[in-house]
Structures are given as C-alpha cells and as structure tokens.
C-alpha cells in the first residue's frame, strides 16, 4: 500500500531523481506517427534553443512516470548540452523551473528556434504525414493479424472534432486465422489515423495512393496483394 500522498511527494521530493529517455526506441515503433528532429537540425543546436526532453521520474508518479517538457540550451560541448528547465512539472516533486539538466543531441524530441540566431536553422526534412482516419480491424492494430483486405470508398466518417484530420475513405480489413473465439472482438472496428495502422503493417503502403473504389485482397501464398474485383 502506497504511503498518503503527501508523504509520499516528501519523499519524492527529498530522495527522488529523474531520468531523460532516449527516443530514438520508440521513433523505430512508430516510425509513421512519431518523428524526431533531423540530424542537421540536431546538429544545428546552439545556446538560447528551446529544446523538448522526455523526463523519467524514480520512483514513478501517481499519474504518469514521464513528462515532455521544454528547455532552453545554455551550453554546449559537443554531443553534451546543459539546459535550463522552462516548464513547472505536473507531478515531479524532484524537478522545478530553472533546474539545470544535462542531455544529448539524440535526446531531444523537438526544437524551437531562438529568434535571436546569427544563422537561420536547417530547414524541416520534407515528411509524408499520416494523419488521415481510417477504419480497420482491432486486430490489425494490436498485431494480431495483418491486413488481409482493404477497399477504399468515398469519405463520410467524422468523429466530430471540426480539428481532427479527415477521413480517407481506406477500410482495412484483417483475418480470423489464429483468433481464438473468445478473442473475435478483436475484429471490431476503430476508426484511428492512417499511420498507427503503418506502424503494425506497412506492407500496403504502395497502395495509399490507390482512388476510391480501389479493393485488393492478399494473396496467402505470396503475401502480396492483387486487384480484388467483388467485395469480401
């Protein structure tokens, strides 16, 4: 049982410490919904950039273990940089706002360029978003299966945040094959954005592009997907 949460906060606060994660682990699992800054853009760092750290708290907080907060470089050596904590943390008792924290290129997550640079930065790497909804199996999504069938059919969905992207029109479909029974609500659908289906399945990838009224089904011997004429 946990100690009452103001005890447990002193304790945090006296005897706790923090952690910067790398993110380069988790840009490899979702390598279409999770992007990091180039490595030109990296390089380009220099004293007065605001940078964005994923903070690990030890031992973890009731809430969350981690917060990405922002910090304004103060020096750099190399692949070594010392900041400046800008933001207040939600639930680190052990970090405060102008706390100096030592990190590496590869750490940081996002970049916001002082306008006070003698040079202008790097420009952005031109990147294809995948913001776009969809529908698709849950069993796609959780890994359970790939996508056995998709169709693409004119735009209609709308979650109704006026903000959200827009519906693509691709359905995609996965296979009963090693679903057991009592798992068969893993065919439900969701209704999620284009690039969280890519970063189970990306071997449809080549038929993004494919116009409304465009179906192809996969071949199980082969693997790859041919022109469907009939719905399934």
Sequence with gaps: MRAPRRLYDLWRRIAGRYTIDDPRPIAEE???????PSENELL????????KLLFRSHPPGREWDAERMWVTIISVDGEHLTGRLEN???????????RSVTFGRTDVIDILWSEARGTAPPPKPRRRQYWERCLVDSCVVEGLSPVDYLYREAPDLDDGDADAPPDSGWRLRGTDDGIAEDEQAARSPQYIAIGKVLNEDDSWLHLIDAPVG???????????????????
Excluded: S
């Design 88 to 98: 207040t943390p939600f639930d680190m008792p052990q970090l405060k706002p102008g």
């Design 44 to 51: 380009a760092l220099r004293p007065g950039d605001l940078v």
């Design 30 to 36: 979702a390598p279409y919904t999770y992007f990091l």
């Design 214 to 232: 465009a179906r192809f089904i996969r071949d199980p011997e082969t693997g790859k997907f041919a022109a469907a004429d009939e719905p399934q």
